[in-house]
């Protein structure tokens, strides 16, 4: 049974549908990318499934139960952490104090301590790369410094399901390499199953285990990334000629 699945999922802004009868799974432990043109209904997708919109049509199942219209933290509480394109963290505290809420509020197994969730913030924080910034404020990282500080807060809840958005955008090369890795270790180490928006094509070649294609809210094509990048209706929709390895 796939840890997540969707059905016919669906929802519309104003009349207009920006996803648009979707179905999909992601199995135990897959990091499943989700590419496509901007529009396309990826990142509303995540949305959908971690809470933060509610579908129109469809459903969404978490391990064989039904999440769709579920609080957002109670889907948390369930499990499923996600990671937007733009960090949301607490400035006035530090960068271990933001990772430890996530152990202390948004666990899935419950609330921890205050001492044990800053261990376990402290343990994400060296995972993610950050380990050197725990005592400093959050207004003194990056935009990629903050981003990866909203993953050591997700991943410190502990979910089986783990959502990014485009969170290696506008990486350098060896960044993109240490990210690379660092999902890797996430799936290997903690067991995390990875459901990944991204445009960053290098990326997805070399990390993601399957691809699932979006254009205007509809699956256009889904498998492995090899077979995606030939597929000639995903080369035709959106991509020219070079393919999605341009991209």
């Not at 996803?19 to 959908?48: R, Y």
């Not at 152990?103 to 950050?130: C, I, N, P, Q």
């Not at 990629?144 to 959502?163: C, I, K, V, Y």
Request: charged share 20%; aromatic share 4%.
């Amino acid at each position: 049974m796939p840890l997540l699945e969707l059905n016919g999922v669906g929802k519309q802004f104003g009349g207009l549908p920006a996803v648009d009868g979707v179905t999909v799974g992601a199995d135990e432990g897959e990091i499943l990318a989700i590419v496509g043109p901007n529009g396309a209904g990826k990142s509303t997708l995540l949305k959908l499934i971690v809470g933060l919109e509610r579908p129109t049509r469809g459903t969404i199942h978490l391990a064989g139960a039904d999440i769709t219209r579920l609080s957002t933290h109670r889907v948390r509480r369930r499990g499923v952490a996600m990671v937007q394109q733009t960090p949301r963290a607490f400035p006035t505290l530090t960068v271990l104090e933001n990772a430890a809420i996530g152990a202390m509020f948004g666990s899935s197994s419950g609330h921890y301590a205050e001492d044990d969730a800053l261990r376990t913030g402290e343990e994400m924080l060296s995972l993610v790369g950050l380990g050197d910034r725990r005592h400093d404020h959050v207004g003194n990282l990056n935009l990629h410094e903050q981003r990866f500080l909203e993953l050591a807060r997700a991943l410190s809840g502990s979910p089986r399901l783990l959502l990014l958005d485009e969170v290696m955008a506008g990486l350098t090369e060896s960044e993109l390499l240490s990210s690379i890795q660092m999902v890797r270790t996430i799936r290997h180490e903690l067991g995390v199953t990875v459901v990944w928006v991204e445009h960053v094509m290098a990326a997805v070649i070399e990390l993601a285990e399957r691809v699932v294609v979006l254009d205007f809210g509809r699956v256009l094509a889904e498998g492995p990334a090899g077979v995606v990048m030939r597929n000639e209706a995903v080369i035709e929709a959106y991509l020219g000629s070079g393919g999605l390895a341009d991209a």
